[in-house]
């Protein structure tokens, strides 16, 4: 079965340092999501994003965070200076069309922000 | 403003005990509702979902959840828990009139199972 991945499953950095955290979406996918969730907390949105350009971003998504398709397989989340606070889970995920509802998760990249 | 609420945050209960596990929502438009479930460091894994239609909705691993619309709830239930059952269950809910889809998640309730 289809399954949304996710690389690396845990990333180390030091603070101000910029990360990249990789999502293959599910291949017929369109829409595609970035959510977190800082440990213990609930899971949050981050930004959707869909024909090549973000659709909808959350207040936790400010200017030092960016998203990229760099092409037709990959979807990619930058923080470019990272902060403690951005220690969390970090769940990509992926629907088929604009009708189709149901979201499928990747299994998480763990960010420890040191 | 738009919200999932799951009044608990830990429950436990014995092995072939029944379960239910609370949800409410706030949402202005037709929700659409979601149970995942999160077992330890693992990703979010789809249990179940109701769109439209019968408002009893049948999961996989033997959940079921009711929405109700009267009450904002949609609740998930087990006849019988079996011990690897225990994980983190999320409750969220997702919208429709084309918006981008993103979803709600309320805080979890942590599922743990007695021998």
């Known amino acids: 079965e289809p399954e949304v991945t996710q690389t690396p499953s845990h990333q180390v950095t030091q603070m101000g340092q910029e990360v990249i955290l990789r999502c293959v979406p599910i291949s017929n996918h369109l829409y595609f999501y970035w959510y977190r969730q800082i440990l213990g907390q609930k899971v949050e949105f981050l930004v959707s994003?869909?024909?090549?350009?973000?659709?909808?971003k959350s207040e936790i998504f400010d200017d030092q965070f960016s998203v990229e398709r760099p092409d037709g397989s990959n979807f990619t989340l930058k923080i470019r200076s990272t902060k403690l606070e951005d220690s969390a889970m970090y769940f990509c995920a992926s629907k088929e069309g604009a009708l189709v509802h149901t979201q499928y998760f990747g299994p998480g990249t763990r960010l420890t922000v040191l | 403003a738009q919200s999932v609420t799951q009044p608990d945050i830990h429950i436990t209960v014995s092995e072939g005990a029944s379960l239910e596990l609370r949800c409410n929502y706030s949402y202005g438009a037709t929700p659409y509702l979601f149970w995942y479930v999160q077992s330890p460091g693992q990703g979010l894994q789809l249990l179940l979902k109701y769109f439209s239609g019968d408002t009893l909705v049948q999961g996989i691993k033997g959940f079921e959840a009711e929405f109700k619309r009267s009450q904002s709830s949609f609740n998930l239930r087990k006849p019988s828990v079996h011990w690897s059952d225990a994980a983190e269950y999320f409750c969220a809910v997702g919208g429709s009139s084309g918006n981008t889809g993103k979803l709600i998640f309320g805080q979890g309730t942590t599922l743990q199972v007695k021998p």
């Open positions: 994003f869909y024909n090549n350009e973000i659709s909808e």
